[in-house]
């Protein structure tokens, strides 16, 4: 009887197991039916995810750019010059955009005034056993260039939107069309900043890029501004783009690209370096054109204002380089290889 008793209890907990079991996995199944059809549905829960998670399949798929993007081309007083938007815009704006930055970098080329200031700094602090060494290399350069012209000597000859909503635009300048009447004009200012930092085992990298026009339309009755700043800090960015009165909003994505254009680098292209274009193409491209500008106004004429001085237990000096010019500037290449922009500039001092 007793056997017969702790049986049927037995049953009876394990019923109850069950049962309370069978209640969980409603309850679970419940909360998850919830969570997709109410939760999810209202705060967009998960779906993010799934857009994600097929944009970065998509963008595995490299676009293929054409041909005349890498042909800019500077002949008497025909010019064709490549412009870029920023991407993720609607198709007028981006070509908007990249008309006015094909203008622009055209002006920049050919019409600049680079100034440049290059400071090495170097301190030892002596005390007992210890020592304490900092260096700082601080180089900024910046170039301003106006422009007057006419529409009627700007023709956009070719056009291309990309999948990551970029657009691309190769104009012509013809000069031979400029009526010197009713002139708009165009300035320019782009800067770039480098620091590096180096404190004992220390280091630290700043690297800012900014690049801004004010386009002074209908025989300079209306200005149009626009701005784009780089900022890179160690292995972190920032990115800031205006257009008239818009903020253009940058997104992260895996931006990828190719040509069929053969390309495979040789010994002639060890010097050159190469801009990513994993921020997409107008960040790569200005990145490349001001760190260019920068390189040659280094190497062209300059003065040094100021030599070290050296204590006893505190060894500090300064060198300073100030450079001035105006200057023309044009390609030697042009190119892409592994999704990375190869640009290289020439210099020329104009009197």
Avoid: C
Wanted: no cysteine; hydrophobic share 35%.
């Amino acid at each position: 009887m007793k056997v017969f008793s702790v049986l049927i209890i037995l049953i009876s907990f394990n019923l109850r197991l069950f049962a309370q079991e069978n209640e969980t996995k409603l309850i679970d199944e419940d909360k998850k039916k919830f969570e997709e059809n109410v939760f999810n549905k209202e705060f967009n829960e998960g779906h993010e995810d799934t857009v994600d998670a097929v944009r970065k399949l998509y963008d595995k798929i490299p676009d293929k750019l054409p041909d005349w993007v890498f042909n800019p081309i500077n002949n008497g007083d025909e010019i064709y010059m490549v412009g870029f938007s920023d991407p993720n815009m609607t198709r007028e704006l981006a070509y908007q955009q990249a008309i006015l930055r094909a203008k622009a970098i055209y002006a920049l080329l050919n019409l600049s005034k680079v100034s440049n200031i290059t400071d090495d700094y170097t301190n030892l602090k002596e005390s007992g056993k210890y020592s304490l060494y900092t260096t700082k290399f601080q180089d900024f350069s910046l170039s301003k260039a106006q422009l007057a012209y006419n529409e009627s000597s700007v023709t956009i000859v070719d056009t291309f939107f990309t999948k990551y909503d970029e657009g691309i635009v190769l104009i012509e300048f013809d000069y031979s069309q400029n009526d010197s009447s009713n002139l708009d004009t165009l300035t320019i200012k782009g800067e770039h900043l480098q620091v590096f930092i180096e404190k004992n085992f220390q280091k630290e990298r700043i690297e800012f890029f900014n690049f801004f026009t004010q386009d002074n339309l209908y025989n300079d009755s209306v200005d149009y501004i626009t701005q784009y700043n780089y900022k890179i800090v160690n292995r972190g960015y920032d990115i800031n783009s205006l257009l008239g009165d818009s903020i253009i909003e940058f997104k992260e994505r895996t931006y990828n690209y190719r040509t069929d254009i053969d390309f495979s680098a040789d010994s002639t292209d060890l010097g050159i370096k190469t801009y990513r274009l994993n921020r997409g193409l107008w960040n790569a491209y200005i990145s490349g054109v001001l760190s260019n500008i920068t390189v040659l106004s280094k190497q062209l004429a300059s003065q040094v204002k100021n030599s070290n001085d050296f204590y006893t237990l505190k060894h500090e000096g300064l060198i300073r380089t100030v450079a001035r010019n105006k200057v023309s500037f044009g390609f030697n290449d042009f190119k892409m290889y592994e999704n990375q922009l190869y640009i290289d500039l020439n210099g020329i001092i104009i009197q």
